[in-house]
């Protein structure tokens, strides 16, 4: 298994790539290095919805910690396109570090299970209020790949189908 470690980072961002499917690209920058990834619906969701529960997770193991702005510098979450993705995600990864005060997102190349080659894996430290930021830049990011629902203001994939918390299972009179 090839590994590769990136940070502490200056910028965790990701962006719409194709909307048909919607695929997104995840980037990490550090001065000149820079990884990109390439990330499916679906895991960006999970991503973007376990980021605030994992920090909530920190803050009860470690409750002197500042907590992280809920602020979001669009200028700072700028994208620049790589010429190329290292690889398409297949699992994602969450770790703290309280020594030094820092996220690890671990990344893993998503395989063919016919292939029997070992994914390839990049690892990228943060600050937690980098990957708040990255949660809260995904559901804009979100927002503007899928529909959102009128109830809840998430962005979901079908309209059609979406069970609204707020609805609570009941269709609206």
């Known amino acids: 298994m090839a590994q590769m470690e990136l940070g502490p980072v200056d910028i965790l961002t990701v962006a719409l790539v194709r909307r048909e499917p919607p695929t997104f690209h995840l980037q990490g920058r550090m001065g000149p290095r820079h990884v990109t990834v390439e990330m499916s619906l679906e895991m960006l969701q999970a991503l973007t919805t376990g980021i605030p529960e994992f920090l909530a997770e920190i803050h009860e193991r470690f409750p002197h910690l500042p907590l992280e702005e809920h602020i979001v510098d669009e200028q700072s979450m700028r994208f620049y396109p790589p010429p190329s993705t290292l690889f398409r995600v297949g699992t994602v990864g969450l770790g703290y570090e309280p020594q030094n005060d820092l996220i690890v ?32 830049w995904s559901l804009e990011v979100l927002r503007t790949a899928l529909p959102v629902c009128p109830q809840c203001n998430q962005p979901v994939e079908d309209l059609e189908t979406h069970v609204c918390p707020r609805k609570n299972g009941h269709a609206l009179k």
């Open 105 to 136: 997102l671990e990344l893993r190349e998503q395989t063919p299970r016919a292939s029997g080659g070992a994914p390839r894996v990049v690892r990228i430290w943060c600050t937690r209020e980098q990957i708040l930021q990255l949660a809260l």
